[in-house]
């Protein structure tokens, strides 16, 4: 099989033949058909993330096809059609997986690109419990970016406390931003799309963005407090500056939801506390929260505006997301059915 893997922290991306791996006990074998690319992906290529063992093939927004079961697998079965994403296993006994909060696991959680190989290839190897069903009426394609940027901008904000007609923002429109605005948008949020430039606006507006703020011309704080102030600033852009830039445009009791791995922010202790605001951070989700999202995109219609390039030209396709000209999402496909 074909996969595309890092040899070392910085390395160039490398085509390989491998050989099909075999499934253990509690894994399937997924045939991959399209994987997003995700700008966490850059942790893999630049080495930034704690205990990575290379070589290492990245990618975690995988949609495919179960292709084998390893012993023991229950509930799932070959040829039925999954996802998996960040969250790509756990231990199940710690006390973080007793309180059903896979996603913080302190013994065993593990991610496909960073802990074990992930999407960049033919074939893939999942733990069970890191799977999430697809619906039929979304494709692979549609369903790979839905598996990181889509859970991780759904489920902040179906937990960020916002209530219908609320005031929310979404700072930075990438690939987690551009799905942002649209699931604020369906869960009936007075939405706001935060970036620089006005080269956004309109796909920002035809993407359910009832206001656009061009950081470039406006001050994000000012702009938002004409609006009213935000209850949530969902911040997904990699900017720690820009998000201190927007922070003061939170309402009374508003809170800063921080889903981008940005540097460093600045953050005044008084914008927090006479008006009550907080900051907090959100990470992706479970494999059932994935499953959410996916059901919940189907059914109203968001999707991932995506650019495709087939599996060998991944090293274009990540040059092309972290130029942040796609226009939103880039997607590898395998060519696989
Ligand atoms: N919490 C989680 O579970 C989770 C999950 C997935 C990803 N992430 C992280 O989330 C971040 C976004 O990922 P992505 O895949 O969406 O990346 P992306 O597609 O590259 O989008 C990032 C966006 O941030 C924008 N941006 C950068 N600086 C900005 C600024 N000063 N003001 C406004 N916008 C700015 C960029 O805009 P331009 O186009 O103008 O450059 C770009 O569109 C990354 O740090 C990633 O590692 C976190
Ligand atoms: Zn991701």
Redesign the pocket.
């Known amino acids: 099989m074909r996969s595309v893997q890092v040899a070392r922290p910085k390395g160039d991306f490398e085509l390989v033949e491998r050989d099909v791996p075999e499934p253990a006990a509690g894994t399937v074998r997924i045939k991959v058909q399209a994987c997003g690319i ?3 992906d ?1 942790f893999t290529k630049e080495g930034t993330f704690p205990g990575i063992q290379y070589p290492r093939v990245p990618g975690h927004e995988v949609a495919g096809v179960i292709d084998a079961l390893g012993a023991g697998v229950r509930g799932w079965t070959a040829g039925q059609r999954v996802g998996v994403g ?1 969250h790509g296993g756990h231990c199940g006994y710690c006390d973080s997986c007793r309180r059903g909060d896979f996603v913080t696991c302190r013994t065993a959680a593990q991610v496909p690109g960073i802990t074990y190989d992930g999407g960049y290839a033919d074939y893939m190897i999942a733990p069970a419990e890191a799977l999430a069903s697809i619906p039929d009426d979304l494709s692979a394609v549609e369903a790979g970016p839905l598996m ?2 889509g859970i ?1 901008t759904f489920n902040a904000l179906r937990h960020s406390g916002a209530r219908p007609g609320d005031l929310v923002a979404i ?7 551009h799905l942002g605005v649209q699931f604020a948008a369906k869960m009936g949020f007075h939405t706001v799309a ?4 006005a080269g956004k606006a309109a796909l920002a507006t035809q993407l359910g963005a009832r206001h656009y703020i061009d ?1 470039e011309v406006q001050n994000p704080a000012d702009a938002l407090l004409a609006l009213g102030g935000a209850a949530v600033i969902l911040a ?4 720690g ?2 998000f201190a830039a927007a922070l003061g445009g939170l309402a009374i009791g508003g809170t800063m939801i921080i ?4 540097d460093p922010l600045e953050v005044s202790p008084l914008q927090l506390i006479g008006g009550r605001r907080s900051i907090v ?4 989700g479970r494999s059932i929260d994935s499953q959410d999202t996916l059901r919940f995109s189907a059914l109203t219609g968001v999707r991932s505006m995506n650019e495709v390039f087939p599996l060998e030209r991944a090293a274009e396709a990540y040059d092309r ?2 130029s ?1 000209k ?1 226009r ?2 880039v997607v590898l496909t395998t060519g696989g059915t």
């Open positions: 995700c700008h966490s850059s960040w990181c940027a991780t700072l930075g429109i990438g690939g987690l931003g935060i970036a620089r430039g950081s997904t852009a990699t900017s500056k820009a889903v981008g791995a940005a951070g959100w990470p992706s997301m972290m942040g796609a939103f999402r």
